[in-house]
């Protein structure tokens, strides 16, 4: 990058994953950057007129939507250090790796925010019957008497069990160096630290290698 950096500025909510995905991206990148979050529903439609989605980047006044192609550009702007391998094939994992995280966990976020809408526990606690809640709760879980809770922690579980055996012995996510993947996996594990669905920080502080692994990533981008 020659000369002076260009203005940026991530507009989203600091504790959602894309965002937390992205703004680790500019610090290991050393960009300076603002960070601004919606203060309500007119912000999204307002900072991201195409889809109403955030986060998005300003680059001297031109805006970048997805996360994904947020931290292609921040490739662009600041090559060193790079978020994918030089090895074609490392490459081809890292990207596959990034979106498999950005869907996969998303789908888990976004049942758990329906199910709260839906008011699940509310409507088993008014129904009549004790056979007509069970029945409920075996429809909603797909077919089984598991709660849907229940059968959505599992899942998250299973999914965290496969990023333990693709993260095996290494630093990072098919490379000693972090990529566009570990940024994206970490910002799917901050969110469960948090418990953004409940009882996920439980499931995360089982697994100790995924732990260190977000120490290491936090080492390199600003704790």
Do not use: H
């Amino acid at each position: 990058m020659d000369g002076v950096p260009p203005r940026i500025i991530l507009y989203g909510p600091a504790r959602a994953p894309f965002t937390e995905k992205c703004r680790r991206g500019l610090v290991l990148k050393r960009l300076p950057f603002e960070l601004r979050e919606p203060g309500g529903p007119e912000d999204y439609q307002r900072w991201s007129p195409k889809t109403g989605l955030l986060p998005v980047m300003s680059v001297d006044g031109t805006l970048v939507s997805d996360s994904t192609d947020i931290l292609l550009e921040l490739d662009r702007i600041q090559p060193d250090p790079p978020l994918l391998s030089a090895d074609p094939t490392l490459s081809l994992q890292q990207r596959s790796l990034e979106d498999w995280a950005d869907e996969s966990f998303l789908w888990y976020f976004s049942r758990w925010q329906r199910l709260s809408r839906e008011g699940q526990g509310e409507i088993e606690r008014q129904a009549s019957s004790p056979l007509v809640r069970r029945l409920l709760a075996w429809l909603r879980a797909g077919g089984t008497w598991e709660r849907p809770q229940t059968a959505l922690l599992r899942g998250i579980a299973d999914r965290l069990g496969d990023l333990v055996n693709l993260l095996g012995s290494r630093r990072f996510f098919y490379s000693e160096e972090i990529s566009m993947a570990d940024l994206a996996v970490y910002g799917m594990l901050f969110t469960m630290r948090n418990d953004g669905i409940p009882g996920s920080a439980r499931l995360l502080s089982s697994q100790p290698l995924l732990l260190e692994f977000m120490r290491r990533v936090e080492e390199r981008t600003g704790g």
